[in-house]
């Protein structure tokens, strides 16, 4: 495959994703945890990456592309054993500062806002959690990314 065939696939994969996690969420009413947050913003940097590595030849780029995809596969990991229980997750998974808000505004926000806790699996498939698919699917655009820097060269 061409430089330019494996840009395009491992970007538009991360693109993929980001639309996936997406619809998820706007179509399929799943709120995202803080956890599932942090896995779409590597994504996003793989995609402006592979834009600009479409434009500007070298290494660099990919580079950057190869980064955000091992980072989000590396979160997805993590986000993973947090589910599995393997390991536990960050304390503000559920909650965020109260700020100064009245005991009745807090009570308020409390009771509207929906609990999304980051070591609850929402939604899975093949008896993998999204966060499993994400991280092993972002290995899988990595390696697209370590051929395309390989044709760099």
């Excluded at 061409?2 to 706007?26: N, W």
Aim: contains cysteine; hydrophobic residues 55%.
């Amino acid at each position: 495959m061409t430089r330019k065939t494996l840009i395009l696939l491992a970007a538009g994969g991360s693109v993929a994703l980001l639309l996936g996690a997406l619809a998820f969420q706007y179509l399929g009413g799943l709120a995202p945890c803080k956890l599932c947050i942090v896995q779409r913003w590597p994504h996003v940097a793989a995609a402006v990456a592979g834009a600009g590595a479409l434009l500007i030849p070298g290494i660099w780029l990919p580079l950057a592309g190869l980064l955000a995809a091992l980072t989000t596969a590396a979160v997805g990991l993590y986000h993973a054993g947090v589910e599995l229980t393997w390991w536990e997750g960050p304390d503000t998974c559920t909650s965020g500062p109260v700020g100064s808000l009245t005991p009745e505004q807090l009570m308020e926000q409390i009771m509207t806002a929906p609990l999304v806790r980051c070591d609850e699996i929402a939604w899975s498939f093949a008896g993998l959690s999204m966060a499993s698919w994400n991280a092993i699917l972002s290995l899988g655009l990595a390696a697209l990314w370590v051929a395309a820097i390989r044709r760099s060269r």
